[in-house]
């Protein structure tokens, strides 16, 4: 057996020599240099790697480091890095800096003015960058021949000419009185004298990385490459005379061009595909239907790029229709077929209402099969929606695959295959808003359109194999893995002969349970079936008996199968990589199965990621993080030897008291032993009496080796900022039962934190509670059951059931019943035959028993917990006159995603429980508010004498 170890970041703290008394407190400054890595990529022979390191605000840096030799090259402010494919060169987008671009937005700067993107060459061997300023996007061909394109900003628009006005002259008789008045500088000028931009296409410019060499093509439309690069074809839009529009296809070895399509006047060409090789070209256009007031776009081919290869038309499947303007074309990977999508032909618009006539209105039905609003937010998209057909080359013929009756076909083989899968559920949308999940399995023969049912009222996922043949489906019903033979229709059992249930064991949901997975598809026709611990081998005819490819249930030991080639489909069992997760004390680690030896490679109090593999080499970089390690970027290889930390991106961090993260058991007072998380500061003094907040949602404990970051609030506190500060922060895993989430959440918590109170170094007189949204439910449930907390914040929670068992998630437009009945919140049932179990979990009817003060959120554009409910809660504490808080972000959603709103929270979050659980002063927001003539000029958070 192959073992590897990197030293951990616990033992190197352990050796430092540093004094925690030193070590400063993080606090509410520090978010915005905490720093992420994000872009990592290798080149394909292994011998670059390039990252991008990002502050929460500001200017990112991206890094390429040489694996051989460790030298590195800056690209400041770098927001995306690519290779070339012989790993020469890299491609980079440059944003313009952070407080420049703020600086040119609050200036109110024309958008033509403000600072644009740049694009950096670099030459790798030379280590030497070129820099082109002013550069919308770039294309580098997934396979490229050492070309790629770009496309530069429009030119500015010239300046006003500055003149010294003229005294008036009179003049001659019959001369134009209106000559430089009312259109200043003539027909088509802007105001003042600038020239009107165009707006015929836009520029690209080719480039060869090896020379520099360019060609500028203007007035595009739209553009296509091979895969490989050797073909570029592009359409060029008509001139203000409607003339000039064509299709073009260039050849860059020996930089041929062949106009494959000469303009109709005034006919757009908006949609382009080659196939891999660039041997075909398929096009869009409007020419055929020109004069129509709605144009409907026509598709061609041309199947060859010879002198006498003419454009072939595309047959429509179904009269009346048209290629859809919003979709797509694209060739399969044989470019024996071309995928594209249809719809009704555009019609006239109707005519028009006047304003002061038209009426709006929205009228629901109870045989709606969406309710108004989620119809409401479809349909523009609806309006647009095309359905797939596939163009058959060779035979001339067009098959519609989708219809609005099947709207979602998977096709196999990436369209090459011979089967697609269809999931189609319009028989149960209206179920679906109670009892949401169920839908009808179809085969879709993609050769003749034919379908097939398979399974009527399946409940639990299908997955089709990579080669179109064969679909593995969760028969969520009978908690059973199957597989379907998709010419035969033959259905075979996967999961029978495990001897151990494979759908999800701790799912405590009043639903089916989902199943933990399938791992992947091998080439020889089997398929990879997960169970809480292991991976099986099952064999999709079901005449072998599934093998264990792991073992890892008698050690604890929770395997997955890490997939490190995106382009390839099917796994190898006997060059596999597994990520690990020890499900007794939360150990993390990679093993690697080779042949049929499962070798440890890492194992230890930390949580491992292959982020990625080098396509031609054996190059492998990965991220090790824990609670106080940053999952920082270390290079090795497939074998591990000498794996080397290759960055460092918040070496600040050892100037703050930071955290460590204990794993805790305590017993339920139902009597289910429970595991959860006690986060203590690095100078934790066991003679010490500390507050804690306890955090929850529903199982955390897997996280214990989660590395966390400063960062201000989306909705609940930063555990790294209140631990530094002095605070315990306990995570508890909680264990629901139907009919009780409240009940659940008590017996669950409370006896936990009394485990941590024992200890000794918690004083019980300063216990806090913290949650959002499910949390935020719980912390109300809990001050309504228990007064042992001196503080709570409830973030977006629901206070009646009632009301929100009928009440809409506007973020999806879909109903919230299905949430009580069978999801989340666990009732089990509805409100007329589960009465008392909906008044015993909501808090607005027990709110009389608050005693503990209270701090709500809740945001007036929550897409998933109604705003109305935290008003409920805070109307109902304000009735009884009891502390409460509530602060409503104007124009958010369920979770804050306005940085500023973030930093403000999180400032509030501080001030509440700092007053509450460590005696601070309180601020003006929460001893005299804020009115709302004061609104937007003072925020209140000021402190207040004692």
């Avoid at 009817?845 to 959120?857: N, S």
Wanted: hydrophobic share 35%; charged share 25%.
């Amino acid at each position: 057996m192959l073992t590897y170890r990197l030293l951990s970041a616990a033992t190197l703290a352990a050796l430092a020599s540093s004094g925690f008394a030193q070590k400063k407190p993080l606090d509410h400054s520090v978010y915005d240099g905490w720093k992420t890595i994000r872009g990592t990529t290798l080149s394909r022979d292994g011998k670059w790697l390039a990252s991008i390191v990002a502050p929460q605000e500001g200017d990112a840096v991206g890094t390429i480091r040489s694996v051989g030799d460790g030298r590195t090259i800056s690209i400041p402010r770098a927001s995306t890095i690519q290779f070339s494919r012989d790993g020469k060169f890299a491609l980079a987008t440059v944003v313009p800096g952070f407080e420049e671009a703020r600086k040119a937005r609050r200036d109110n700067v024309p958008a033509a003015d403000q600072p644009k993107n740049a694009l950096a060459i670099v030459d790798l061997s030379a280590g030497k960058m070129t820099t082109i300023d002013r550069v919308t996007s770039f294309i580098l061909p997934r396979e490229d021949s050492g070309w790629f394109a770009y496309r530069p900003e429009p030119p500015k628009p010239a300046p006003a000419p500055t003149t010294t006005p003229k005294p008036e002259e009179k003049k001659p008789d019959g001369e134009d009185q209106q000559r430089g008045q009312g259109r200043p500088g003539g027909a088509g000028a802007r105001p003042g004298g600038a020239a009107a931009p165009t707006t015929r296409g836009a520029t690209y410019v080719l480039r060869q990385l090896s020379t520099g060499k360019e060609e500028k093509i203007e007035f595009v439309d739209a553009t296509a490459w091979d895969k490989f690069g050797k073909v570029f074809a592009y359409s060029v839009a008509a001139d203000k005379d409607g003339k000039g529009s064509g299709v073009i296809v260039k050849e860059l070895v020996g930089g041929r061009s062949k106009s494959v399509m000469p303009g109709v006047d005034k006919a757009k060409y908006p949609k382009l595909a080659l196939t891999e090789d660039g041997a075909r070209l398929a096009f869009a256009t409007d020419k055929d239907d020109i004069k129509a007031k709605k144009p409907a776009l026509s598709l061609y081919t041309v199947l060859s790029f010879s002198p006498e290869a003419k454009p072939v038309l595309v047959p429509i499947p179904k009269a009346g229709d048209s290629v859809n303007e919003g979709g797509a074309i694209a060739f399969t990977p044989t470019g024996n077929r071309l995928i594209f999508a249809t719809s009704k032909a555009p019609q006239p618009d109707p005519t028009e209402v006047p304003a002061d006539e038209k009426v709006s209105v929205d009228v629901w039905t109870y045989k709606d099969p969406e309710i108004m609003p989620q119809q409401l937010l479809q349909a523009n998209a609806m309006r647009g929606r095309g359905f797939d057909a596939i163009y058959y080359v060779a035979s001339g013929k067009s098959i519609q695959i989708e219809s609005k009756e099947m709207p979602n076909v998977q096709f196999g083989d990436k369209g090459d295959g011979p089967f697609g899968i269809a999931n189609v559920n319009l028989d149960y949308r209206v179920e679906s808003t109670y009892n949401p999940g169920f839908d009808d399995l179809y085969a879709v023969n993609l050769q003749t359109g034919e379908r097939r049912k398979l399974i009527t009222r399946n409940n639990g996922n299908a997955v089709l194999s990579p080669d179109g043949k064969t679909v593995a489906v969760y028969r969520g019903e009978k908690r059973e893995w199957t597989a379907f033979d998709l010419a035969s229709g033959k259905e075979t059992s996967l999961s029978a002969k495990i001897p151990h249930p494979i759908y999800d064991e701790l799912d405590d949901h009043p639903d089916v349970s989902p199943a933990y997975g399938l791992g992947g598809w091998t080439k020889d026709g089997k398929v990879l079936v997960q169970d809480r611990y292991d991976l099986w081998l099952c064999d999709l005819s079901g005449n072998a008996a599934p093998v264990n490819l792991t073992n890892g249930r008698l050690r604890d030991l929770r395997f997955d199968a890490i997939d490190l080639d995106a382009e390839d489909p099917y796994v190898d069992i006997n060059n596999l990589p597994l990520s690990v997760l020890n499900d007794e004390n939360k150990q993390g680690g990679i093993f690697w199965r080779h042949g049929n030896s499962v070798d440890k490679v890492f194992l230890s109090d930390n949580l491992y990621t292959l982020v990625a593999k080098a396509d031609d080499a054996e190059t492998l970089v990965m991220t090790r993080q824990s609670a106080v390690e940053y999952p920082d970027l270390w290079l090795t290889n497939t074998k591990f030897e000498n794996p080397q930390k290759v960055t460092d991106a918040n070496p600040q961090q050892k100037e703050y008291n930071w955290i460590k993260a204990e794993l805790v058991s305590w017993t339920s007072a139902d009597g289910i032993p429970l595991k959860g998380i006690l986060y203590k500061p690095e100078n934790f003094d066991y003679a010490k009496k500390y507050p804690m907040i306890s955090y929850f949602y529903e199982r955390d404990s897997h996280t214990l080796h989660q590395y966390r970051s400063p960062a201000p609030s989306a909705s609940t506190i930063n555990i790294p900022l209140f631990v530094s500060q002095g605070y315990l922060v306990f995570v508890p895993d909680i264990p629901y039962k139907v009919g009780d989430p409240g009940l659940s959440a008590l017996n669950a918590i409370v006896p936990g934190v009394n485990s941590i109170v024992s200890r000794g170094y918690v004083d019980p007189k300063r216990l806090g509670i913290q949650g959002q949204s499910w949390g935020g439910y719980q912390v109300a449930h809990l001050v309504t059951v228990t007064n042992m907390f001196a503080a709570a914040e409830a973030g977006a929670p629901v206070s009646n059931m009632f009301s929100a068992y009928g009440g809409v998630r506007y973020g999806s437009g879909v109903l919230r019943q299905m949430q009580y009945e069978h999801g989340q919140s666990r009732i089990g049932g509805t409100p007329w035959d589960s009465f008392t179990k909906y008044v015993e979990n909501s808090p607005l009817f027990r709110a009389d028993r608050i005693q503990t003060p209270l701090m709500i959120m809740s945001n007036d554009k929550d897409g998933a917990v109604p705003h109305t409910q935290g008003i409920e809660l805070y109307s109902a504490l304000r009735r009884l006159g009891k502390p409460c808080w509530m602060v409503v972000y104007n124009d958010e959603d369920h979770n804050l995603v306005q940085r500023k709103n973030r930093k403000d929270l999180s400032i509030r979050l501080s001030q509440f429980f700092d007053h509450f659980l460590k005696g601070a002063p309180m601020p003006v927001w929460m001893k005299e508010g804020v009115p709302a003539t004061e609104k937007g000029r003072t925020m209140g958070t000021e402190l207040t004498k004692p």
